[in-house]
């Protein structure tokens, strides 16, 4: 090799050296992990109170800068709202809406706003009655047992079931329960339990029902509850959102607590009914008492009512909602069975 070629390779060595070291030096790339990781709640879980905190990985980078977080949550993955900005924390707490889907996910922004995204995670909130009802309330004066007490259209109605205990006509034992099939006016608390009076009310036979209200009020008719199903249903308490004027799919205005069994689930407390007590009109999954053997059934996963209509000598009018349905649903039963009473107002 040439003295001159020699040099020249000398400089182009040191040439590539020096560019290497000036580009190096000139960088300003700020290098982090690919995107942010999300903790809690977890992925697709259920049962998170609406009040509640969500948790993020720290997105540290490699060269400790301050790092940003923007929390985007909503009930469309599409269409998420920015609810927390530029916060350092890695954590937010929201106040949602109970029985409610949520999709979440933060962004994290390094200094020098690069933006990083995390996935996209999903939640359901638990099933919390509304507390923003206004309610009024009316004490028995045979008793002194007080109600709340909801107008809904032009009726107004009791929001809790009777639970006026008739005297001398409770009865406890199944075989006097079966035989009292002509007269129809025994009353009784679930299980024989004045505890689950306390929640329940009481369990009427057909004849009893149509007594018991106070005066004032009285056991309504299958067209007053026919009346109360068309104002829920064209006045936007439908479960799915949509208007129907048959007045079906309105039992997530209608139910209230979370005492309702989830149906794919006996004994557990689920969301299928999507509650949510819009109308106020809080109704309890009292159960019933059958009348052939006397045995008691369903609490917690049927709310069963006395209408003041009768079908003949035997069978009367009745309204049901079950935990695992959409809806209010008419039916008629044997007299000497026990459902629950909700008076309304003359």
């Known amino acids: 090799m040439s003295r001159i070629n ?4 000398s400089i182009c060595v040191i040439s590539f050296s020096l560019l290497g070291s000036c580009t190096k030096e000139s960088s300003n790339n700020n290098e982090a992990p690919s995107s942010p990781i999300l903790t809690y709640p977890e992925y697709n879980a259920t049962e998170i109170v609406p009040d509640t905190i969500l948790y993020w990985e720290d997105f540290a980078d490699t060269e400790n800068k301050t790092i940003h977080y923007d929390l985007y949550i909503g009930t469309d993955p599409s269409a998420m709202i920015l609810v927390d900005s530029a916060t350092t924390a890695t954590s937010s707490t929201v106040s949602l809406e109970s029985n409610t889907t949520y999709y979440w996910k933060i962004i994290a ?25 206004t309610y009024g309330s009316f004490t028995d004066n045979r008793d002194n047992k007080t ?8 009726q107004i109605w009791m929001a809790e079931n009777l639970a006026y205990e008739i005297p001398d006509k409770e009865i406890t ?10 007269l129809n006016d025994g009353w009784c608390f679930y299980d024989n339990s004045s505890t689950n009076g ?3 009310g009481i369990l009427y036979q057909w004849a009893a029902a149509v007594e018991a209200c106070p005066d004032g009020w009285h056991l309504p008719t299958t067209s007053e509850w026919e009346e109360l199903i068309d104002f829920l249903a064209n006045n936007g308490y439908n479960y799915d959102g949509t208007l129907v004027g048959d007045g079906s799919k309105i039992a997530k ?15 557990a407390v689920g969301c299928n009914l999507r509650l949510n007590n819009s109308s106020g009109f809080s109704a309890l ?21 006395w209408t003041a209509t009768e079908v003949d000598n035997k069978y009367a009018d009745a309204f049901q909602i079950h935990s695992g349905s959409k809806q209010l649903e008419y039916t008629y039963y044997l007299k000497f069975y026990g459902y629950s009473v909700r008076c309304i107002k003359d």
């Open 198 to 200: 306390e929640t329940y």
């Open 147 to 154: 109600y709340k007490t909801i107008t809904i259209g032009n």
């Open 6 to 9: 020699h040099v020249v390779l």
């Open 173 to 182: 034992i199944d075989s006097l329960w079966t035989k009292n099939n002509v």
């Open 285 to 305: 999954p009292g159960g019933q008492r059958e009348g052939w053997d006397g045995s008691f059934y369903v609490i917690n996963g049927y709310g069963l009512w």
């Open 253 to 267: 205005s209608m139910a209230a607590t979370i005492l309702w069994h989830n149906s794919s689930t006996v004994g």
């Open 109 to 133: 922004k390094d200094y020098q706003q690069n933006a990083y995204n995390s996935d996209i995670w999903t939640f359901t909130t638990l099933c919390y009655p509304s507390d923003t009802i």
